[in-house]
């Protein structure tokens, strides 16, 4: 089991950035699969960014593919999420989550993640 703890939301004007940071209770290096997902105020929870067990693959949502970057410091078990030119449509609450499920592949449907942190909220005004 591993706890999951966000931070760095905040409230941005459009074309701010941010870096959301996830730090783990434990090592995910190899053993979770880890994911960003985002809700937004009567909509379903949708995939941001996530990155393998093994590491070496990444996946974004195409809303955000070139202006999110994924990156984990394995030394700190933490998982960061790198948002540049942020847009109003990116204002949600953001969520970390791990999944033990696969290997080498980027779990995208929030079913397949067993373990989520409490979100830290995104606010982009325009």
């Known amino acids: 089991q591993v706890q999951l703890v966000e931070s760095g939301g905040g409230l941005v004007q459009a074309g701010a950035s941010l870096r959301l940071s996830c730090a783990a209770s434990?090592?995910?290096?190899?053993?979770?699969?880890m994911g960003w997902f985002r809700q937004a105020p009567g909509k379903e929870r949708e995939f941001v960014a996530g990155?393998?067990?093994?590491?070496?693959?990444?996946n974004y949502a195409d809303s955000v593919r070139g202006r999110f970057t994924l990156s984990r410091d394995n030394a700190k078990n933490t998982l960061y999420l790198q948002m540049n030119s942020l847009k109003p449509e990116d204002t949600a609450a953001y969520y970390c989550?791990?999944?033990?499920?696969?290997?080498?592949?980027?779990?995208?449907?929030?079913?397949?993640?067993?373990?989520w942190g409490q979100g830290t909220q995104v606010t982009v005004s325009s």
């Open positions: 989550a791990a999944s033990s499920r696969g290997y080498y592949n980027v779990n995208s449907s929030p079913g397949t993640y067993a373990y």
């Open positions: 990155i393998s067990r093994s590491g070496d693959s990444t």
């Open positions: 434990a090592s995910t290096s190899s053993t979770y699969s």
